[in-house]
Each structure stands twice: as C-alpha cells, then as structure tokens.
Nanobody, 120 residues
Framework: QVQLVESGGGLVQPGESLRLSCAAS????????MGWYRQAPGKQRELVAR???????NYADSVKGRFTISRDNAKNTVFLQMNSLKPEDTAVYYC??????????????WGQGTQVTVSS
C-alpha cells in the first residue's frame, strides 16, 4: 500500500502564491511519475501539472508560466509552486502518483485533496 500526504492549501488573495507538497510513502520500489490535479465545483477533475521521475514535466495551458512542479527524489515528494493565483484556480487539488510497488505491480494512488481558494 502507498500513502500520499498533501499539505499547503489555503485561502489567498488574487496575485498571491501558495506551495503545495505531497509526500509518498509505503511499498514503493520506484516512482514513475507524480502530479497534481484539481477539481472545481461542478467541473471535472483536470491535470494541473505532472512530473516524470526522469525529469520531464507537463502543465495545463491555464497554469503555464505561473505554476512550477518540482520533486525531491530522496523524500519521494513533489511540490507545486503556484504564483500569480487567480480566482479561477480555486479548487480541491489532488496529488496523484504512479508507482511500481515492491511486489512489481504498477499502480496509481490519489491523495485526499487540499482546498485552494483564491478570493479577495
């Protein structure tokens, strides 16, 4: 089993910044990728940013130039630095990881979600 612990959400004003963290632990042989998704009320969950453990990254067009995803390999942790936040960034942000377990299975796990609210 793999656990994801998220932190860093909160309430900020437009233009401000937040940094989300997600730490993976458990029966992990290797991490293939980690990423952040978000879901606003009444909308589908969407990819925000994703990092392949080899280093390549993907971003949603709506966050390019404002958000940066990074990782700490030693701590199996991924970060999402969110700058110049806008009200439309308001959503529950979910961490996702794709791992190869110690038993050799490739599985995907989700965190519990952290609320980000951008409002004046």
């Amino acid at each position: 089993q793999v656990q994801l612990v998220e932190s860093g959400g909160g309430l900020v004003q437009p233009g401000e910044s937040l940094r989300l963290s997600c730490a993976a632990s458990g029966s992990i042989f290797s991490i293939n990728r980690m990423g952040w998704y978000r879901q606003a009320p009444g909308k589908q969950r969407e990819l925000v940013a994703r990092i392949i453990w080899g280093g390549s990254t993907n971003y949603a067009d709506s966050v390019k130039g404002r958000f940066t995803i990074s990782r700490d390999n030693a701590k199996n942790t991924v970060f999402l630095q969110m700058n110049s936040l806008k009200p439309e960034d308001t959503a529950v942000y979910y961490c996702n990881t794709d791992v190869t377990t110690s038993l050799g299975r490739r599985l995907s796990y989700w965190g519990q979600g952290t609320q980000v609210t951008v409002s004046s």
